[in-house]
Structure formats: C-alpha cells, structure tokens
Antibody, heavy 118, light 110 residues
Framework: QVQLVESGGGMVQPGKSLRLSCAVSGLKFRNYGMHWVRQAPGKGLEWVSFIRHDDSNRWYGDSAKGRFTVSRDNSRNMVFLQLTSLRAEDSAVYYC???????????WGQGTLVTVSS | QSALTQPASVSGSPGQSIAISCTGTGSDLGDYKYVSWYQQHPGKAPKLIIYDVSNRPSGVSDRFSGSKSGNTASLTISGLQAEDEANYYCLSYTTTNTRVFGGGTRLTVL
C-alpha cells in the first residue's frame, strides 16, 4: 500500500525558514517524480514545485521561485521542501504527491500545516 | 501562471447529473491532453478521479467521466449521491513544464 507522510510543519515567524519532509513507502520511490502542493485555509489547491525522479530537473510555481527549494534523497525514499523568507501568505497545508508520467498526481499525503505568524 | 477557470459552485439533486467546466488557454489545457480531476472532502487530502482527460483510476465509480474540447475540459458526475458533495479541482500540464490547478468548484447535493 502506497503511503506518503509529510512532516516538519508548525508555527514560524515571518522571515524565518522551515524544512518540510515527505516520507514515501509502498512503491519504487526512485522511479517517481514528486510534487508539492499547498492549500491556504479555506482556499483552493496551488501547485508549488516538482522534482524529477532522478533530480535532473526541478520546477517551481511563481510563489515559490527564489524562496523555496525542493530536493530528494532516493536512498531514504524522501522528498523535501525548504521554505525560506516565509510570509503570512505562505500559511497553508502543504501536501506531497507522486507524479505519474508528467500527467497527473496519483498518490497524496495527508499534509502538514505551516502557519506563518508573529 | 493564472489558475484555470472553474465555476465557484454547482448543485444538483440526488440522481441528477451535473457538469463542472475548467477553462484554460493555449499554454495549458488547449495544448495538452494532460488534464486531471481531483475530489477533496473537507479536511481530507485530494483524490484523483480522472486522468488524461477521460480515464478513471481503478476503484473510481463510472459515474465520473471527463471530456475536453479546445481550451475547456469538463467533469460530469451522473446519478448524484450525497457522498459526491465535495470540492473538485482540475489540473493541467503547461508549456513551461509547470502545473496549474483550477480555482476549485464546490458541489452541493441538495
């Protein structure tokens, strides 16, 4: 059974940093690209970032460019999202999801909540 | 990248059919058949219900179907059931290798 478990969320002050983790099990992790998606309270889904299965390429949404960095460790079956220079508008539940053929996201974690507040 | 355009809300009675539209541009929906749809119940993670315009993952009811014409994709739910009440999001691949979601549609089963 495929399982994705996010961690690392919490409350942080504006301007600070946070590192989110996503542990994946139940599939051959090194064969899958991984996405990060976020959802602000009461709002819709926003695509954040994508990293290829072999880390050959990384892409970011406009809100993440220059501040967020995606990475992965295929030996530990994990993907990470480093958040820096955090703003109140970055407050959201952050989900990781597996990529299938660049076409869609077939498995999702339950999310980790990030709250940016002074 | 602007979000794909979805109606904010739709509603229907049990047993009826409803359709949710998702409109993009030539840089995303119009150029690719990589449109997918996700169902999200409150407090839960999204769930894939349609991929590549009209394909259903294993285990998803055949009451859910998808289509696409030009820059607009559509999700149709037939035989509405109370459990279908949720938020629905479309997703598209884009010409810049990024992804873009629709703004989401709240489905109310009356």
């Amino acid at each position: 059974q495929v399982q994705l478990v996010e961690s690392g969320g919490g409350m942080v002050q504006p301007g600070k940093s946070l590192r989110l983790s996503c542990a994946v099990s139940g599939l051959k992790f090194r064969n899958y690209g991984m996405h990060w998606v976020r959802q602000a309270p009461g709002k819709g889904l926003e695509w954040v970032s994508f990293i290829r299965h072999d880390d050959s390429n990384r892409w970011y949404g406009d809100s993440a460019k220059g501040r967020f960095t995606v990475s992965r460790d295929n030996s530990r079956n994990m993907v990470f999202l480093q958040l820096t220079s955090l703003r109140a508008e970055d407050s959201a539940v952050y989900y990781c999801a597996t990529d299938r053929d660049d076409h869609y996201f077939d498995h999702w974690g339950q999310g980790t909540l990030v709250t940016v507040s002074s | 990248q602007s979000a794909l355009t979805q109606p904010a809300s739709v509603s229907g009675s049990p047993g009826q059919s409803i359709a949710i539209s998702c409109t993009g541009t030539g840089s995303d929906l119009g150029d690719y058949k990589y449109v997918s749809w996700y169902q999200q119940h409150p407090g839960k993670a999204p769930k894939l219900i349609i991929y590549d315009v009209s394909n259903r993952p294993s285990g998803v009811s055949d009451r859910f179907s998808g289509s696409k014409s030009g820059n607009t994709a559509s999700l149709t739910i037939s035989g509405l059931q109370a459990e279908d009440e949720a938020n629905y999001y479309c997703l598209s691949y884009t010409t810049t290798n990024t992804r873009v979601f629709g703004g989401g549609t709240r489905l109310t089963v009356l």
